[in-house]
């Protein structure tokens, strides 16, 4: 099992920047690639960003591309994801997400509240 916890939400304005991090614990050797998502009021849950976590490539939503970075630090089991220049509509919960394989995603964090004001 993996256990992820994520902080770093909060209440920003338009145009300010933020970094969420989620440390990982647990059988953190079986983890192939972490990822962010998140999800808006009234709204399903979006794919952000994702690291493989050995080769450290990433990928991105269209939304967020140029204004989001993930980065992942190996020696502290942790992944992050510096935001900036932050929009209303990229308020949400943010959830980290951890798999094995490409595409799967069995472990989960508990999520961290973000929201921009105009």
């Known amino acids: 099992q993996v256990q992820l916890v994520e902080s770093g939400g909060g209440l920003v304005q338009s145009g300010d920047s933020l970094r969420l991090s989620c440390a990982a614990s647990g059988r953190t050797f079986t983890i192939w690639h972490m990822d962010w998502f998140r999800q808006a009021p009234g709204k399903e849950r979006e794919f952000v960003a994702s690291?493989?976590?050995?080769?450290?490539?990433?990928r991105y939503a269209e939304s967020v591309k140029g204004r989001f970075t993930i980065s992942r630090d190996n020696a502290k089991e942790t992944v992050y994801l510096q935001m900036n220049t932050l929009k209303p509509e990229d308020t949400a919960v943010y959830y980290c997400?951890?798999?094995?394989?490409?595409?799967?995603?069995?472990?989960w964090g508990q999520g961290t509240q973000v929201t921009v004001s105009s």
């Open positions: 997400a951890a798999g094995r394989q490409p595409a799967e995603y069995p472990y």
């Open positions: 690291v493989n976590w050995n080769a450290g490539i990433a």
